[in-house]
């Protein structure tokens, strides 16, 4: 396009779009109340969101129970950080996939991704709702461009009202608020008086004063949407300030009839806890007990007043006793002196009615509650009930965790789809080779290039001579745990010399070990049967050319093979039989292969001829 031709990206349809940006958020406003109340919560200001104050005599001490749920909640995630395989749909395309499946960790360690992780994982649990954006930044690699990974606040994040998929949404906005004199030096042209409009962005209440600091600030607005030109769905992009347009993907000639990424989806993955209609956000832990941890607070502030009240004696005093109220007060003076007579109505105590035991019975069950709905049980806080044996300690967490695991399962969902974005952006702007460093076989370092030709449409092969068409890589992407807590990484180990000790691993019996690992299910399950398959397969093919050269040295040199036949017998470390000598019988089982069983038969008629 020209300079010539006019601008797509018009003051009215800034306008529009503006407009449409206060309806999303007028939309959100309940999410945002929500928002901001779970915030105080965790921080521990919950009296302030309080409808009931109780006695306001008594002490306004929140107590952490919902703190200490969402802490253990944090703590599964992260035991289990996700690990990404890349699978081929299709066997031409095996390569690509091996290749995605070392560079992708390469690339999500670059954008440090480990702690992205770690701070949607607190906002997964605190607020329901845990946001990933994937861009290309052109600016990265000294302006060779790279994948930017990196979390988004669902508060500065605005979608259609009543859709429950962001994908779905008709427009998406993302509002950051950035300093002023950086945005005038990348882009002069801007107003300095910033923002014309009266479209504000909701902010958390921190103990930060931030009223200053906002003042240099303005309102920058990505605005993604979609247009359809020649039948097909673009993604198109606009970044503006007030009424001024900073970037407008309509107007780039370098864009025009292919949009801004070429999958056509929002750059943004919501990571959803609890789903709720009508909304892509989820409910968090906050939401789901803090009913219960306001009843708790309410009760815990009557009964410790309650204990003060009786830890303290308290006394009716008559206005005009003879008693000196000051020396009465002090402990530590024996004698109280007092002018004229005594009777027992100058001092009368105030009588106590301690609570019934029913009282912090109620107490505690609401603890129990609450822990019971959020999944907290005692052996994920590390209370075993007595079991000491990491398997044992491992099958309580396993049955305790089910919640966790199935949060952890919504996460490795959008972290698919995160990692397909990835995969994306690579296919879009990988047009130079790029190094990496890799971990190869035996924890190696390895440098390979990539680039995105093996990612392009390719034609498929004719048939029949008939033309087949073209097709895209596509790749299935499975999600596993990398990190394991300790007690499974025992059980794991426990497992091992379990295995060890039933001699699943002697190639003599890898016929049982096989039918016996493929009842079974453990971490690296296919990685054992592989080997148990290579070694028996090396240890078949070891005894036919011992049976070849046996053959050919008792036919040739039956000297030779008598030497040889005792040589293999002590390679093979067999067993002293009942005569002294040194045999097959004890090595010959039923888990050996009939190629086995001929060689080491062969093998004994040779060192012990007729």
Sequence with gaps: MSESLPRRMTPERLRQAADTLKKYKAGKARLEKRLKEDEKWWQGHAWDCMAEQGNPQAPKRPTKWLVNVIMGKHADMLDAYPEPAILPREESDEQQARQLSSILPVILEQNHFQDVYNQQAWEKNKHGTAVYAVYWDKTRLNGLGDVNICGVDLMNLFWEPGVEDIQKSRNLFLVTAQDRETLLQEYPHLNRGGQTDDFFLSRYETEDSAAAANSEKALVVDWYYHTWENGRKLLQYCKFCG?????????????????????????????????????????????????????????????????????????????????????????????????????????????????????????????????????????????????????????????????????????????????????????????????????????????????????????????????????????????????????????????????????????????????????????????????????????????????????????????????????????????????GKRGFSSLVGAAESKEMIRARALIRSASQPD
């Design 243 to 579: 009424q001024e347009v900073l970037y407008a993907s309509e107007d780039d000639p370098a864009l025009q009839g292919r949009g801004w990424y070429d999958d056509g989806q929002f750059p943004f993955v919501l990571d959803t806890l609890f789903p709720q209609k009508g909304s892509p956000a989820g409910w968090g832990y906050i939401d789901l007990g803090k009913d219960t941890q306001e009843e708790i607070d309410l009760l815990n502030a009557a009964i410790s007043l309650n204990a003060r009240a009786g830890a303290v004696p308290r006394y009716f005093r008559r206005a005009d006793s003879p008693i000196n109220l000051s020396q009465f007060l002090d402990f530590t003076n024996p004698v109280i002196e007092v002018e004229g007579g005594l009777s027992e109505a100058d001092m009368v105590p105030v009588k106590h009615y301690p609570l019934d035991a029913v009282y912090v019975q109620h107490l505690n069950d609401r603890i129990k509650e609450l822990n019971q709905t959020c999944g907290n049980q005692e052996v994920s806080n590390g209370i075993t009930g007595g079991v000491i044996a990491a398997s044992g300690i491992a099958a309580q967490m396993e049955a305790a965790g089910r919640t966790s695991r199935d949060g952890n399962k919504g996460t490795y969902r959008a972290y698919a789809r995160l990692l397909e974005m990835v995969i994306e952006r690579i296919r879009q702007f990988y047009d130079v080779p790029r190094c990496f460093r890799i971990t190869g076989e035996k924890a190696a370092w390895e440098f390979v290039q990539f680039d995105n030709s093996g990612l392009q449409t390719q034609e498929n092969p004719s048939l029949a001579g008939r033309e087949m068409g073209w097709r895209k890589p596509v790749f299935d992407i499975r999600v596993s745990a990398q990190k394991e807590n300790a007690y499974t990484k025992m059980a794991q180990n426990e497992l091992a010399l379990g295995l060890l000790r039933a001699g699943v691993f002697s190639p003599d019996k890898a016929d049982q070990s096989e039918m016996l690992l493929s009842m079974m299910d453990f971490r690296k399950k296919d990685e054992l049967l592989l080997k148990i398959q290579k070694n028996s397969a090396s240890r078949r093919e070891t005894a036919l050319w011992q049976r070849m050269a046996l053959e050919l040295a008792s036919r040739y040199e039956p000297d030779a093979a008598e030497e040889m036949a005792r040589s293999i017998l002590n390679a093979s470390d067999a067993p002293e039989e009942k005569d």
